[in-house]
């Protein structure tokens, strides 16, 4: 045992796995906190622990992608200052409620989204995954989208896991970008839920530095892996690794509800 939780070989072998398989699902779909919260409490983390040590993955992974995208050509730097600005207003907000209030508060929320992602990915494949050579709008052409971008940050910075697919219904399906340039985006507003909220879990003593290490590295080699597949990969084929990605967390939560 080292302190409150267990690295035993299978253990910490389970939580590599999930980092990796975390990050390369979050880059190419979303939800990979879905698998790394569930980690962090199998090696004997309570719920606001993982919570805040997770931030450290979130970060990591985040920057990771991001630079892998942009490397590719495939990130809007100009759109992501106006994009991340709500987020971050709306992370800082959630961030400091998750220190007193309990995250399944908003569980019916990403439950309720998340059944509405898997549907529109269904029933209106052209509203989720927009044309390639499709001009996206900026947020000051549409205008709500700072409402539910604030929105947005407010469940990230409370609970990490699922915020992804939140995001990817905003870029895809209110900005129309399309799928490959909306996880490079989603990705950044994912690094502003590891960023602001790591600032406030750490001020409450909420992060382990060595799980969250080990996990932060394993979600760097997903990340990288999931670059490489979504530049490659076409739009339809993003779209059934999203709606797959979208019934397994929306049944998971579902059963451990």
């Known amino acids: 045992m080292y302190g409150t939780y267990d690295l035993s070989q299978f253990h910490l072998a389970a939580l590599i796995a999930a980092g990796i398989a975390s ?7 979303g939800g990979g906190s879905l698998l790394t919260l569930p980690a962090l409490m199998l090696i004997g983390l309570p719920a606001d622990l993982a919570n805040g040590t997770n931030r450290l993955s979130v ?9 892998g995208f942009h490397s590719a050509g495939k990130f809007d730097t100009k759109a992501a200052v106006a994009i991340l600005g709500p987020a971050v207003a709306g992370s800082l907000a959630g961030s400091v409620a998750a220190a007193w209030l309990p995250p399944g508060i908003l569980k019916p929320a990403l439950l ?13 494949p052209d509203w989720m ?9 900026t947020v000051a052409e549409r205008p709500s989208a700072v409402f539910w971008l604030f929105g947005v940050g407010v469940y990230g910075g409370f609970v990490q896991g699922g915020v992804g697919f939140l995001s ?36 409450a003593g909420q992060v382990l530095w060595i799980p969250g290490l080990i996990l932060a590295a394993a979600t760097v080699v997903g990340s990288r892996l999931g670059v490489r597949f979504a530049i490659g990969a076409s739009q339809q084929a993003l779209r059934w690794f999203l709606l797959v990605a979208v ?8 059963i451990k509800g």
């Open 129 to 137: 995954t927009p044309p390639e050579d499709q001009r996206p709008y």
């Open 247 to 254: 019934v397994v967390a929306t049944a998971a939560a579902f």
């Open 59 to 67: 970060l990591a992974q985040s920057a990771s992608t991001v630079h």
């Open 112 to 124: 309720v989204s998340m059944v509405a992602i898997t549907v529109l990915v269904v029933a209106r």
């Open 168 to 203: 990817l219904m905003l870029l895809c399906g209110l900005l129309r970008y399309d799928l490959v340039r909306a996880h490079a985006l989603k990705i950044a507003i994912s690094g502003v839920f590891g960023v602001v909220p790591l600032a406030v879990f750490l001020f």
């Open 23 to 29: 990050g390369f699902i979050n880059t190419v779909a």
